[in-house]
């Protein structure tokens, strides 16, 4: 029989002793128990073991049965909110609801679940979700409750993984931007040259298929072909010709794939949270791309001053950065681009392509007794097996398939982009090898002029932070007695006024993820000052 869709909900008095309490029958189909409605929800409650800074996930509320309860075993700084997929419940778990404070959603608003969360978490007391199912309401869309609530841990889990990131790279990332900032007055951003390239691109990685790229590919003009850092090495010992270098290491280990190609006249497409003396080792044109690795109000001031334009989020991998690159440099979708290299697994006892700064320096350790082959990270309990393009089995690791799905993610509907290898994880493109012949011309110089505004906005940014930081320093230092003191305002005013937009001082400081004025915070802020002032100058 087929279910009236329209159907009201209709409330029905429960038997044996529990006619003071109501069952709801709805499409058909009693939500609670007709003899004791609360008796499921309770013993559900009463198992649970609940910890400080848990979001509860109330899903199908309805009559809310098993709130109180629940209430009286939260622990500190927990928050409860609900989800219901079915109008009619929705409107049944408002109308009945106990406590205005909670937030009751939609599932299908996945958007406003999803900004309600991020802007939750953002404030530091949400480290984990448990999902309770209030009512037999959610057999009505289980899959759509599972989806949610899934999504609302990984946001909880992302947040915390990347204020670990944060905490151990955070403050490498902003000196990074900091001391690249000036390179930009003489240098260009990725949209001055976007849209310049009018024959096939090829994206080079580093993985193992690298090796399947035919010579007469690499050596042809026919091709623009961009490679990630770790693979030019390589790539110049097959005598390839190489138009465009794409980095965004941000610590020196980095350095070791530019051994022996010093000073080559390489284009470097960079992002600006790399390690500035990365730049250094070739001498080509300079493009900059920024990544927002975080969520920081420093960032949002260098875009809102058009310093920085078109942030990205950050792709972690250089290979998904060097796609993303060959993507804008193509004067239109029509220009194929394909990828090679970009594996995200290995085959056992390899990892990289061979002539890799990782293959080297595995030949570097081998001998009679050492073999050159990597089983180490074929065998490590971090790693697995999965199927790869071909069928054959592959070796991943959970951060190698995240950049994997990532890609898919963002370039997988992207026209014209074609995978060249059939080996490593899916990508989920076309399989395509180009043809030699075709197009020909010279090697891009990429020799646009960057934007006159945007350099003196540059410049005046950096002065200013200069100056904002040394006000701070003062203020900190000597307090009311600070020359710099507005006697108009109050102090903690002042200071709070300079030093919340700056979070590059603090945000990788474990509770960097919210400023605030305690004397522990601002001692720490106080020591970070003078190392960013000593990279705020410009040496023109």
């Not at 910890?51 to 939260?74: D, F, M, N, Q």
């Not at 890609?407 to 509907?413: E, L, N």
């Amino acid at each position: 029989m087929e279910l009236n869709q329209k159907e009201e909900p209709r409330l029905v008095n429960a038997g044996q002793g529990s006619m003071c309490l109501s069952t709801v029958e709805y499409k058909s189909r009693f939500l609670y128990s007709r003899y004791n409605p609360k008796r499921a929800i309770q013993e559900i409650i009463g198992k649970l073991e609940l910890l400080p800074e848990t979001l509860i996930v109330a899903c199908s509320p309805c009559l809310w049965y098993g709130l109180e309860e629940l209430k009286e075993k939260l622990p500190a700084d927990c928050t409860v909110i609900a989800l219901e997929s079915q109008d009619k419940l929705l409107d049944l778990a408002k109308n009945n609801c106990p406590d205005n404070t909670i937030r009751i959603f939609h599932t299908k608003n996945k958007l406003e679940i999803d900004s309600f969360m991020r802007e939750l978490v953002s404030l530091g007391k949400t480290r984990r979700s448990v999902r309770i199912d209030f009512s037999a309401g959610i057999q009505f869309d289980r899959n759509d409750y599972d989806y949610t609530s899934a999504g609302i841990q990984e946001i909880i889990t992302n947040f915390w993984q990347n204020r670990i990131t944060l905490v151990k790279f955070g403050k490498l990332f902003s000196r990074n931007v900091l001391k690249n900032l000036p390179e930009l007055i003489s240098g260009l951003q990725l949209e001055d040259v976007e849209k310049t390239v009018n024959k096939p691109i090829i994206v080079c990685g580093a993985g193992e298929t690298l090796d399947q790229i035919p010579d007469e590919i690499l050596k042809s003009d026919s091709f623009f072909k961009i490679c990630v850092d770790a693979s030019l090495s390589p790539l110049v010992q097959r005598g390839a010709r190489i138009d465009a270098v794409c980095a965004m290491e941000s610590q020196i280990a980095i350095d070791r794939a530019y051994i022996g190609l010093k000073g080559r006249k390489i284009p470097m497409f960079l992002d600006i949270c790399s390690r500035k003396e990365t730049s250094e080792n070739l001498s080509g044109p300079k493009i900059y791309f920024a990544s927002r690795y975080a969520p920081c109000r420093f960032l949002k001031t260098l875009e809102e001053n058009s310093i920085l334009t078109n942030l990205i989020d950050p792709m972690g991998s250089v290979g998904l950065a060097a796609t993303y690159v060959a993507l804008k440099l193509r004067k239109n979708s029509s220009v194929p681009v394909y990828v090679s290299g970009l594996d995200f697994s290995f085959t056992a006892g390899r990892t990289h392509a061979r002539g890799t700064m990782a293959h080297k320096a595995l030949l570097e350790k081998s001998g009679r007794t050492i073999p050159a082959e990597n089983y180490d990270s074929t065998f490590s309990q971090n790693t697995y097996a999965v199927d790869g393009k071909n069928g054959k089995k592959v070796y991943t690791s959970r951060i190698m398939e995240i950049y994997a799905n990532q890609f898919v993610t963002m370039f997988s509907k992207s026209e014209n982009l074609f995978d060249m290898t059939d080996q490593g994880i899916s990508l989920k493109l076309a399989h395509a090898v180009p043809a030699t012949g075709g197009t020909t011309g010279k090697q891009m110089d990429f020799s646009v002029e960057g934007s006159s505004e945007r350099k003196e906005k540059i410049r005046q940014y950096i002065n200013t932070e200069r100056e904002m930081l040394s006000i701070a320093r003062d203020l900190l230092s000597n307090g009311e007695k600070s020359k710099y003191h507005d006697k108009e305002k109050d102090l903690t005013m002042q200071i709070d006024e300079i030093l919340r937009p700056r979070d590059y001082l603090y945000l990788h400081f474990p509770d960097g993820h919210n400023f605030n004025m305690s004397e522990s915070f601002l001692k720490r802020i106080r020591a970070e000052i003078d190392s960013f002032l000593k990279l705020l100058y410009i040496n023109e």
